[in-house]
């Protein structure tokens, strides 16, 4: 069964930093597309990043881009996302989502972890 | 960046009914539009993808269609746990990332 966990969430100063972990199960991360979701309260939804299980490659929105860092741990089968310099924009759930797989017609989100709530204050 | 929009922002229903909510994008998907329900409180559920393929899982009372810039997400014989929120999605345009719709919340009547 595919499961997507996420932790470490929490509530942190303004300026500060926090690292997010998305653990898997049922798959690899060495072989899986995951994407990071966020959500701010009241508010849709928001791609912020992305990695490559097949070449490593990483991508994110510019809300995050230079803040915010993707990351994989294959011994624990599981993505990061190590988030600097937070803004109280930044206060959102944070989902981590598993693509249906790599080629354009299965971008998709398929499977979704239960989020993480950040609070920047 | 392609934007989607979804229309109406909040659509009110009632059990048993008929609806179709819309979903528009600023250029051509393709076909490349996914559906998600977001129920209050709990993460987003993929319910159809490919424009118009459900997903595993998602009831025979959800269909879609469309393609290019606008599509249609219908829900046939309305049920309690059909009222949420629901957001369309482009993955056509790759990289730089995903875009969504601003959402269409089904609310009861």
């Known amino acids: 069964e595919v499961q997507l966990v996420e932790s470490g969430g929490g509530l942190v100063q303004p300026g500060g930093s926090l690292k997010l972990s998305c653990a898997v199960s049922g798959f690899s991360v060495t072989t899986s597309e995951i994407t990071w979701i966020r959500q701010a309260p009241g508010k849709g939804l928001e791609w912020i990043s992305y990695?490559?299980?097949?070449?490593?490659?990483?991508y994110y929105a510019d809300s995050v881009k230079g803040r915010f860092t993707v990351s994989r741990d294959n011994g624990n089968n599981s993505i990061l996302l190590q988030m600097n310099s937070l803004r109280a924009d930044d206060t959102a759930v944070y989902y981590c989502?598993?693509?249906?797989?790599?080629?354009?017609?299965?971008?998709?989100?398929?499977?979704w972890g239960q989020g993480t709530l950040v609070t920047v204050s | 960046e392609i934007v989607m929009t979804q229309s109406p922002a909040t659509l009110s229903a009632s059990p048993g009914e008929r609806v179709t909510l819309s979903c528009r994008a600023s250029?051509?998907?393709?076909?490349?539009l996914a559906w998600y329900q977001q129920i209050a409180g709990q993460a987003p559920r993929l319910l159809i993808y490919g424009a118009y393929t459900r997903a595993s899982g998602t009831p025979a009372r959800f269909s879609a269609s469309g393609s290019g810039t606008e599509f249609t997400l219908t829900i046939s014989g309305l049920q309690s746990e059909d009222f949420a929120v629901y957001y369309c999605q482009q993955y056509s345009s790759w990289p730089p990332g995903y875009t969504f719709g601003q959402g269409t919340k089904l609310e009861i009547k």
């Open positions: 250029e051509s998907v393709r076909s490349y």
């Open positions: 990695i490559s299980a097949i070449d490593g490659s990483k």
């Open positions: 989502a598993k693509r249906g797989g790599a080629s354009v017609t299965r971008r998709f989100l398929e499977f």
